[in-house]
């Protein structure tokens, strides 16, 4: 069983939908969790960081942690077609801070 | 731009040449991530320096492959004797410190044919 467990998609809504993305993960040890984008070849960009459970929005996105059941999701409001892209979670604990990610959700907003 | 950057972009390289990659990480980040994805998996921990320190080693680091950061600042990748299956992007990360968030560069993709 892996670390990370991330559905791989892909994911099609329209153009406008609610679009809700998750992970679930094993390890307790995770302090930190995070959600990249990433667009085809190119390099994850950090679109939330957040620490421990709770809420945190920014703009059309918002990042909820749930430490007690080992979930996490990613909510984008208002999607856009340039929100077609691939959308990584990561989580991290301990010194080293090396992040573990999820296999990735490919998601399509048609327009 | 102060990102990430890596250098080459893309290498294609024969079965059994050597390969060196370059990290520049934004400035003053004291800690600098490798990491490798495949096609359709999420990136992998490879190994990271605190400053010139290499600390971790991840067992996918082969034998075959070393990593430098000399003075802390810029960090190379270098894999010997490649095989098909080194085929993949090579990503760098940095960050200011220890429980900070990782910014990545856009990757170097190698194909070894």
């Known amino acids: 069983q892996k670390e990370v467990e991330q559905d791989p998609g892909p994911l099609s809504v329209p153009e406008g939908a609610i679009v809700s993305l998750n992970c679930t993960y094993s390890?307790?040890?995770?302090?930190?969790f995070m959600w990249y984008r990433q667009y085809s070849r190119k390099g994850p960009e950090l679109l939330m960081y957040t620490y421990s459970s709770g809420n945190k929005e920014d703009g059309r996105f918002t990042a909820q942690v749930d430490k007690s059941s080992k979930y996490i999701s990613l909510f984008i409001r208002d999607s856009q077609p340039s929100d077609s892209a691939t959308y990584l979670c990561a989580m991290s604990g301990g010194a080293t801070n090396k992040l573990i990610f999820g296999t990735g959700t490919l998601l399509a907003v048609q327009p | 731009d102060t990102g990430v950057s890596q250098n080459p972009r893309h290498k294609i390289t024969k079965r059994g040449q050597n390969v060196t990659f370059r990290c520049d990480p934004i400035?003053?980040?004291?800690?600098l991530y490798w990491y490798r994805q495949t096609l359709g998996q999420g990136p992998e921990f490879l190994t990271y320096?605190?400053?010139?320190?290499?600390?971790?080693k991840s067992r996918l680091l082969s034998d075959r492959f070393s990593a430098e950061r000399p003075k802390g600042s810029f960090s190379t990748l270098e894999i010997q004797r490649t095989e098909q299956g080194d085929s993949a992007m090579y990503l760098c990360a940095s960050s200011p410190g220890a429980q900070d968030e990782q910014y990545f560069g856009p990757g170097t993709r190698l194909t070894v044919t």
């Open positions: 320096f605190q400053n010139e320190a290499q600390l971790e």
């Open positions: 400035s003053e980040h004291n800690r």
């Open positions: 390890n307790s040890a995770f302090q930190y």
